[in-house]
């Protein structure tokens, strides 16, 4: 946490890390894993998914691999900034939020797609969005750029939870 290390006057963390690795790493994370769950899942080609009552603001399908790929981004880049402030040692619950939140966004595609159970897809949609805003909220503590990086986020994870609702509701 933040209280744990002291800033300099210049407002640099004694401990703060500029890894390039690093981000790498929290971008093959993000990115790779929501890549690696898009491709196995496949839902916008669906038959099952293509014959769905979906809602009029429903965007086409190749919206949406652009669109995560930059979520997937911002996310990578806010978890960078939030572990160059001391790392897994003093960013622990901000992170773990993280990895969290993502493992509930990771798991939505299966539970929508394979499963077919949009039902538990939205409750993992609600429980999703509510873990992005503790995680803002932690980020805000330790770097406010990484909670604002979260902001699209958090839309689109709200919009998507219209989609969700819609095909509960209508199918």
């Known amino acids: 946490m933040r209280d744990t290390l002291t800033e300099t006057p210049a407002g640099v963390w004694p401990e703060e890390r500029a ?13 790779g894993g929501g890549s690696l769950i898009g491709a196995w899942t496949n839902g916008g ?4 998914y293509v014959a769905l009552d979906k809602a009029p603001w429903n965007p086409p399908a190749w919206v949406f691999a652009p ?5 997937y981004v911002l996310m990578a880049l806010a978890a960078w900034f939030v572990w160059r402030r001391g790392g897994w040692r003093h960013q622990s619950r901000a992170l773990t939020l993280f990895v969290l939140q993502l493992a ?3 798991a939505w595609s299966p539970l929508f797609f394979v499963a ?14 509510m873990l992005v805003v503790w995680t803002m909220r932690a980020f805000a503590r ?30």
């Open 116 to 129: 077919r159970q949009p039902g538990l897809a939205l409750l993992d949609l609600v429980a999703l969005w």
């Open 45 to 48: 080609a669906d038959p099952w």
């Open 142 to 171: 330790v770097q406010p750029l990484a909670s604002w990086l979260l902001a699209p986020y958090l839309a689109w994870v709200t919009y998507a939870a219209t989609l969700n609702a819609w095909v509960v509701i209508r199918n």
């Open 104 to 106: 509930l966004n990771f």
């Open 67 to 71: 669109v995560w790929t930059t979520l």
């Open 19 to 31: 890894s390039g690795s690093a981000l790498a790493g929290w971008i093959a994370i993000t990115v």
